[in-house]
């Protein structure tokens, strides 16, 4: 009952905080008058209730023991301290008598053990708890009764939880992937799941992870995914291969939608392949090469497609595409560069050929179609711009012929008048002396 009622209290003095914290956001915009009305509300509100250090704060802090006492500096850095929430809250006791005998006694939980972890916390994160009874790492806890798999407080420590905003959280979205490793990356650990300990390493060597490790400067680093978007962070969101698209849609949009148009999305359907990770593997994700198109190896159109098929020759199609329009692209930036050298103003060419390139981004998410209509659909578009680059240059390089042709004919017959001007005045000067 006592304890209920300190935790009453303390709400009511949160609530009370937060409401005069806008008052006061609300009177530095309407000066003068709202200012007199603030001090008004501020009579009128009773004082914030004051933080008043319990029992198990001081005795804890007061002890001898290493182990007992380090709870309250790492308790004090967390947002259970911001939040108030209480060693009595999480551990149980009564925080109001100043015997260690009587404090651990009434409901007091103690250290829980590894299985009750869940519980422990959810108390109060029922959704995370929720979630999590979905995953695999709880199946293992509460159905194989194994302690490997990852509890609340593998991934968010205990008494030095932050909010996953905190750049020094474990749940930080950079920090995301070594949370993980500690467990994933570790053969000892791993070894009695006959799991592979390699993602980590992988995931660093693929396009994702040099994003969010920062190596790639022109993409922010939050816009890859880290090992938590792809699995989900409590629940498991893969439980079979057909989950894989809509997990890389969130970010992959426009390749997902046209994926969904084409066979293999039928094909993954009913049979669990071809998935996104099938071709681009599952944590070293990066562009494929133009020899998967030609290839038979796992991943590569052979593997499933026979040479002679109509859905081979597809795929070299494709890839014939991807290369033409890969050299019409350094054509039209080489010809651009090389009439900015004569000085010519290049904004309406360095206009189409910011088009083009946006349509040649579109080729890698529409092949995923495998619709060769679709794809030459955006293939004529960029012939097109690329046409109407070359005929402005042309045009251009026509026209500064044109002016050397001028300028050439023009220091003829200057020359030409100079010379009969000097040999009139050599005639002239010979006839006088
Ligand atoms: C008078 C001092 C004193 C007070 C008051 C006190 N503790 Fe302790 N507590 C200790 C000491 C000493 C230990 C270590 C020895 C032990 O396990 O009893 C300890 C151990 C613990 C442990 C670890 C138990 C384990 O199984 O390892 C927890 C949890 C704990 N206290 C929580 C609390 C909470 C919550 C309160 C307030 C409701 C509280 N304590 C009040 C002295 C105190
Ligand atoms: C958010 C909940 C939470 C709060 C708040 C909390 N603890 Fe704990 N505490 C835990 C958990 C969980 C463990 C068990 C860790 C483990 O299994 O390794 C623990 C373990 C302990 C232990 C055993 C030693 C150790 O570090 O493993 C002591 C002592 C302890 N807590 C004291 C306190 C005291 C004192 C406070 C208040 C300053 C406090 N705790 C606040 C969750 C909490
Ligand atoms: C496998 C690691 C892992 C485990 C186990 C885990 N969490 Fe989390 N948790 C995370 C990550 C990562 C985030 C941050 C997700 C994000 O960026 O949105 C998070 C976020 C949270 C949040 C913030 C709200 C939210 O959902 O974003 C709370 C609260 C939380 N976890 C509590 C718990 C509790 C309680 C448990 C145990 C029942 C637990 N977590 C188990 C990794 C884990
Ligand atoms: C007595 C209730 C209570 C218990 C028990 C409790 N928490 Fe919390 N926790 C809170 C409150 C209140 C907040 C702040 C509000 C919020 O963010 O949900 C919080 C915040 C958090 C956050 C930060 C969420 C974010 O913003 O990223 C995490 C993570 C978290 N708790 C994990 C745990 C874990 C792990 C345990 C068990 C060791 C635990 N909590 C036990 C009440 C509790
Ligand atoms: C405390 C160690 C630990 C931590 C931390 C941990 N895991 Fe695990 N994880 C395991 C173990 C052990 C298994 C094996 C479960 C099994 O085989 O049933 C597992 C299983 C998995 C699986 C399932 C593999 C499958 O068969 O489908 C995925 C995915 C996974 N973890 C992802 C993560 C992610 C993502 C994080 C970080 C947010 C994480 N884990 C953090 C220990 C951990
Ligand atoms: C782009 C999405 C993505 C990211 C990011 C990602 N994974 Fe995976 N992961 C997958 C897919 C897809 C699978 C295959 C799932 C299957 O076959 O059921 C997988 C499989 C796994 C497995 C099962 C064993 C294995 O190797 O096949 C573990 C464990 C795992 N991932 C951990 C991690 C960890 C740890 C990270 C971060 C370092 C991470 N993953 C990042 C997509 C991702
Ligand atoms: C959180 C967002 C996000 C998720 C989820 C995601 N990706 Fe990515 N991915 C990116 C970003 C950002 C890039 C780099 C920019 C780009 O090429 O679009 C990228 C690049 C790629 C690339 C091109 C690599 C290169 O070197 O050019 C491939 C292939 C790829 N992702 C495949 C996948 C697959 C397969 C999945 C699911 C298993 C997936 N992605 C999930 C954000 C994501
Ligand atoms: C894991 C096996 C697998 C791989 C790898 C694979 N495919 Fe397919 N593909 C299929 C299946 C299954 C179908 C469904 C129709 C069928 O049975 O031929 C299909 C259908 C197609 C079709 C027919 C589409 C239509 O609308 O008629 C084309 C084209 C195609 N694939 C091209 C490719 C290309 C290009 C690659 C390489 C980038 C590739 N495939 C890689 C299994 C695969
Ligand atoms: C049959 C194999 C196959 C499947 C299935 C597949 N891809 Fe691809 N993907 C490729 C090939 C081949 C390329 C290279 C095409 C190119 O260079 O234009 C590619 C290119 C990409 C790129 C790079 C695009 C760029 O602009 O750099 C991304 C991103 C991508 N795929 C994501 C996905 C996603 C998401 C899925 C699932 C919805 C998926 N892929 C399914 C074979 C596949």
Redesign the pocket.
Known sequence: MGIYFVKKTEARGKKQEARSQKQESLASCLLPLASCFLLLASCLLPPVAAWAEDTCISCHRESAEERVKVSISEWEKSIHKIEKVKCHDCHGGDPESKEGSGAHKVNFIGKPARADIPKFCGRCHIRPLNDYRKSKHERLLSVKKEDGGATCIDCHGYHRIKTKKDTESLTYYLN??QT??RC??DPARMKPFD??T???EL?EKGT??AILYGKVQEVSRTSA???A???GHHDSM?S??QD?PR??GKCHLSTFDNFKEGLHFDALKKSGEP?C?YCHG??K?IRPKGEVFAGFKKGECGECHEKSSEEFKVGLNIQGSIERLESLRREAKNSIEDVKKYGRNTADLEQLYTELNANILMIAPASHSLDLDGINKYVDKISTISEDIKRKVDEFKMEIRHRYVVYVISMIIILTAVIILFTQLLIYKKSEA
Do not use: D, L, R
């Open positions: 995301v992937p993980c490793s994933h990356s799991m592979p390699n993602q980590f995931y994702h992870g995914p880290n090992c978007v792809c699995h893969i079979t291969h894989i997990i890389c998935s990770a599952n944590h994700v």
